[in-house]
């Protein structure tokens, strides 16, 4: 069994400490954490095709996209309980229309909203709930834009544990809320930015002794990063030329770049794709700090953009973050409201639909080609986050107005009055 502790990330500190119940920052420095492992020596073969057994299994802990690698998690202990959802497992799927329009492109996107709660949190929060289970945790809490919210309400249901989400008021999705109260959570809407919320949710839990499972628990990106297991076997072990991913808080990159380094390592994959991390323009902290050379964080106070999953002005992971772009040469780009409109529209002409925040991927993929810094017909694929019924308020903003887009027109019940409308909308050519 491999060895698990947890090491601070700074380059001055770095010192390895036991994995204690509510320690996600060092001891010495306050740095951030990650999990390590001195892993058993593996023969990558063996590896590869005990995972692709475990596909035809029907036990459950086979079944998800998540412990299937477990090899990959050994912080768990035989006898743990998991709490799993049948997470993972999702689909990649190629585009045409979106591809072309972005660069040209190959580009293939990795689907994460076909998850048990709609979105790639689910990864992390079975590994981080089980972790809690293993620690016998009873009150589990987080801050959230709504998916980590909704998430952590039905793996926290599922292990009979109570969960608390501090949301900014009025700032999340409807659906998203709704999912967290419907899994009996309770739901604390408190201060204007998630920035906000998790400021004080991170002080009061450590006065009454809440669970923390924000990104800024190392065991989140434990299970988020198996997605990189998960799509290279989906593609024959052949990495892309490019990974691209949403930013906010910036965990979903920090764990992108915790399993390849670990695929690398564990000889799985040979080469590194470049992991690319797209910011909405009006929250974009990460890539203002790296266009400008800044060593310090440059936050932005006052986060805006509609795709709310990524309103997020002081990422937490930020550090973790920069150091996966610095290993894997990749870059951060940064992108209007109306460009993340249009890459969603033109997913839609594909049949693919996702939340605003997942779109700014291939936005971000269009702005960098234009900028030639991904070259045309790169092979990229676009990590798209959230279902696109997590945000239908946004669809019905912009698709159903009818001056602009044609597309919902009310009628008067009658035949003449319903061949005058058609008629009307088909002699516009689309
Ligand atoms: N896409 C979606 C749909 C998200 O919900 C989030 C984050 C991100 C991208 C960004 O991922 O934070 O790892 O960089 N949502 C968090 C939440 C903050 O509370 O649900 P990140």
Known sequence: MALAFTQCIEETCGRKQDPKKNAHQCAYCGGLLEVKYEFDPFDPEVLRSAWHQRRLSGEPIDRSGVWRFRELLPFVRPDDRIISLSEGSTPLVGTRRAGWWAGPVHLTIKHQGNNPTGSFKDLGMTACITRAVSLGVRVVACASTGNTSSSMAAYASRAGMKAILFVPYRQISAAKLAQALDFGALVIEVGDTFDQAFHLLREIAAEMDFYLVNSINPFRIEGQKTIVAEMMEQRAWRPPDYIVVPGGNLGNASAIGKGLRELKELGLIEKVPRVVVIQAAGANPFYRTLATGSRELLAVDHPDTEATAIRIGHPANWKKAQRVLEWTGGFCESVTDEEIFEAKAALAEDGVGCEPASAATVAGVRKLVRAGKIERHADVLAVLTGHQLKDTDY???????????????????????????????????A
Do not use: I, T
């Open 395 to 429: 669809v019905m903003r912009h698709r159903s107005s009818e001056q602009e887009c044609r597309q919902r027109l009310r009628v008067e019940p009658n035949l003449e009055a319903l061949r005058k409308a058609l008629e009307s909308v088909l002699a516009v050519p």
